[in-house]
């Protein structure tokens, strides 16, 4: 089990931010939506890797990308079910958040583009 952290990020667009402690780094995605209900799908944003410490900040940025309130949303610890290059399928056990989870690439979005599911248990 690694970590997982969701931040709440009031930036010019609320969104939030799944971060996935993966390869030394917290692989990052942007869910403008907010985190799906199972059976519910979310466009998820890929950016920048981010460097494990940044998975406890909470805060404000004050300029700049992502300028905004930072809040942690949800933390925890996840098991890591799958991954290849189109698909990361993941279980949370999180204080909110528990259950499976599948981020699948588009084929046509662009190379940042990923729908984020929740998939039945």
């Known amino acids: 089990m690694v ?3 969701v931040q709440e990020h009031f930036a010019r667009k609320h969104h939030f931010d799944l ?3 993966m390869d030394g780094v917290a692989k990052s995605w942007a869910i403008p939506k907010g985190l799906p209900n199972e059976g519910e ?5 890929q950016v920048e890797d981010h460097d494990l410490e940044y998975m406890d900040f909470e805060g404000v940025i004050e300029e700049g990308y992502g300028k905004g ?3 942690i949303w949800d933390k ?3 098991e890591l ?3 290849t ?7 949370l056990n999180g204080n909110k958040l528990k259950g499976t ?6 084929e046509k979005g662009g190379e940042n583009s990923w729908l984020l599911v929740k998939a039945k248990d």
């Open 41 to 45: 799908k979310r466009l998820a944003i």
């Open 76 to 78: 925890g610890e996840y």
């Open 101 to 106: 989870y599948v981020l699948l690439k588009f």
């Open 85 to 91: 290059e189109k698909e990361i399928k993941f279980r």
């Open 19 to 21: 971060r996935l402690e």
């Open 81 to 83: 079910l799958k991954r």
């Open 3 to 5: 970590r997982f952290c």
């Open 69 to 71: 309130i930072v809040k």
